[in-house]
C-alpha cells in the first residue's frame, strides 16, 4: 500500500505516507483473512529462474493468486513458492542451502549482510575489491547482484577480462 510513494525525495511526504500505511496495516490486520488451511506456505526471493511449463502453471493460476495473495506483504516472494511448493513441481524445485548467501539456492549470488533491505554492490568496498572478484569467479552460481557501472565499474571490467582470459 502506497509503497510508489516511498520513493519521493521530499522527507516530509515520505513520512506521511509511511505513516498512513502504518495506520492502514493496523486496520487491515484486525479483520480476520481467510487463507487456504491447504495450502503450505512458503516464501523466498523473488529472483528465481523456472522453466516454461512452471510459467504457464503460474499464468493459468492468475485469478487464484489475485484472489489469495492480493493482501499479503510481499506477495512476489510469497505466490510463486507456495504455489510450486504445493503442485507437481514441488519436486522439481531446487533447494540450495547455504548460511553464508541464501540466494544461491536460485543461483543468484547476492549478498543481503549489508543490512537495509538492499543488496551489496560488489566491488564498493575497495578493501574487498579482490576478495569480491574471487568470489564471483569461483561461485557456482550464474548470476550475480548487484552491480553499480556507474560508480564502481572496476569490478565488471575485471570480471570481462576474466572471461575473456579463461575462453583463449
Known sequence: MFTRYYKTKNILLKIFWKGLRSVFEFFVNIVPRHFPTDLQIKCGSQWVSITKNCCDYL??????????????????????????????????????????????HSIRLIDMSSGGGTPYIWGSDKRKFDEDLDLIVNTKCLFARKFDMENYPEIVKKLLENLQYTHH
Do not use: A
Not at 516472494?77 to 544461491?104: A, C, H, M
Open 59 to 104: 499464468i493459468s493460476k492468475e485469478d487464484y493468486i489475485l484472489n489469495v495473495f492480493k493482501h499479503t506483504y510481499c506477495p512476489d516472494e510469497l505466490f510463486v513458492q507456495t504455489l510450486l511448493w504445493n503442485s507437481d513441481f514441488r519436486s522439481k524445485i531446487f533447494q540450495g542451502n547455504t548460511e553464508d548467501f541464501p540466494y544461491e
